[in-house]
T-cell receptor, first 108, second 116 residues
Framework: KNEVEQSPQNLTAQEGEFITINCSYSVGISALHWLQQHPGGGIVSLFMLSSGKKKHGRLIATINIQEKHSSLHITASHPRDSAVYICAVGTRDDKIIFGKGTRLHILP | DAGITQSPRHKVTETGTPVTLRCHQTENHRYMYWYRQDPGHGLRLIHYSYGVKDTDKGEVSDGYSVSRSKTEDFLLTLESATSSQTSVYFC???????????????FGPGTRLTVT
């Protein structure tokens, strides 16, 4: 079983829809990261969370440490949000474990 | 952007040839990482460095070696390239945040390597 699981693997939605991507993990962590990768592009750090909730523009990330679960939400989705979203956890023994990513496609 | 560059950005090479990829950073970060990214897999750690001349293996280190002779450069060498090493390679640095044990990673633009 993977230590970091993301769902869904693929998601297609219409422009304007509210998007939720989930991440569950099975190890003790010091922080959880959400990353974004556009097609053919580099990898950008969106959020680092160790508790609670963070918001940046239309993106919201939450984490529940007790349930070992995080969600990334996108409000008022737009075609430019189409990308792969990657969840990664920083473990207490100083490693980083990556999920396999969620491929999001927003249709105009 | 944390001032990370990778070279070359694209390379095609033949099986059995040695290949060296370079990662360069401008902010004097102590930790540097090499990952490979393949379809169906998450990013996988090849090697990392925690200082000049201090390196350690990641989960997929076989067939790769690294060197870090100065803070700003981290080199990844494929001793004798194989087709299974066709991949996209990302370098990353670690930037510590305020809370103990928390940090963010910043990635270079990637190198697409094809081994024929």
């Amino acid at each position: 079983k993977n230590e970091v699981e993301q769902s869904p693997q693929n998601l297609t939605a219409q422009e304007g829809e509210f998007i939720t991507i989930n991440c569950s993990y099975s190890v003790g962590i010091s922080a959880l990261h959400w990353l974004q990768q556009h097609p053919g592009g580099g990898i950008v750090s969106l959020f680092m969370l160790s508790s609670g909730k963070k918001k940046h523009g239309r993106l919201i990330a939450t984490i529940n440490i007790q349930e070992k679960h995080s969600s990334l939400h996108i409000t008022a989705s737009h075609p430019r949000d189409s990308a792969v979203y990657i969840c990664a956890v920083g473990t207490r023994d100083d490693k980083i474990i990556f999920g396999k990513g969620t491929r999001l496609h927003i249709l105009p | 952007d944390a001032g990370i560059t990778q070279s070359p950005r694209h390379k095609v090479t033949e099986t059995g040839t040695p290949v060296t990829l370079r990662c360069h950073q401008t902010e004097n970060h102590r930790y540097m990482y090499w990952y490979r990214q393949d379809p169906g897999h998450g990013l996988r750690l090849i090697h990392y460095s925690y200082g000049v001349k201090d390196t350690d293996k990641g989960e997929v280190s076989d067939g790769y070696s690294v060197s870090r002779s100065k803070t700003e450069d981290f080199l990844l060498t494929l001793e004798s390239a194989t087709s299974s090493q066709t991949s996209v390679y990302f370098c990353a640095i670690r930037r510590n945040q305020g809370l103990a044990g928390t940090y963010e990673q910043y990635f270079g633009p990637g190198t697409r390597l094809t081994v024929t």
